[in-house]
């Protein structure tokens, strides 16, 4: 379980720091070669399934008669989209007392703040 509190983030309390740098979630989601190797598509089934179907072979020399190949269909794939979920919770006095407003959820996308008041 992860518990975000004061003892483990003294510098967001502390008045000498001048930044504090946030960027490691942004910078892996724009440097990322995920979206450059492989399709992104999206999907609003619970599974989706593909298909491949076989290539020609080599090219035969021509003898006066034309060589005749076969394709056929390859392999399935299936793809199930399973629900994730990752909380973690933040000490209300480290919420309050951020110098540097990285706990707000609106500087730091990766902090969804459900808090009562």
């Known amino acids: 379980m992860s518990n ?15 930044r504090i740098y946030d960027t490691e979630y942004k910078e892996n989601i724009d440097t990322s070669m995920i979206p450059k190797l492989f399709g992104m598509e999206t999907s609003d089934r619970n599974y989706e399934i593909v298909s491949g179907i076989g290539g020609m072979g080599d090219l035969q020399d021509f003898d ?18 399973p629900e994730k979920a990752l909380g ?7 919420y309050d007392d951020d110098m540097f407003g990285i706990m707000d959820k609106e500087v730091c996308p ?8």
């Open 4 to 18: 975000l509190i004061t003892e483990n983030f003294g510098d967001l309390l502390d008045a000498r720091i001048r």
């Open 64 to 81: 006066g008669t034309i060589s005749y190949d076969d394709i056929g269909q390859l392999y399935d794939k299936t793809f199930t989209f």
């Open 110 to 117: 990766t902090i969804d703040m459900r808090m009562a008041a």
């Open 88 to 94: 973690m919770k933040v000490e209300r006095k480290l």
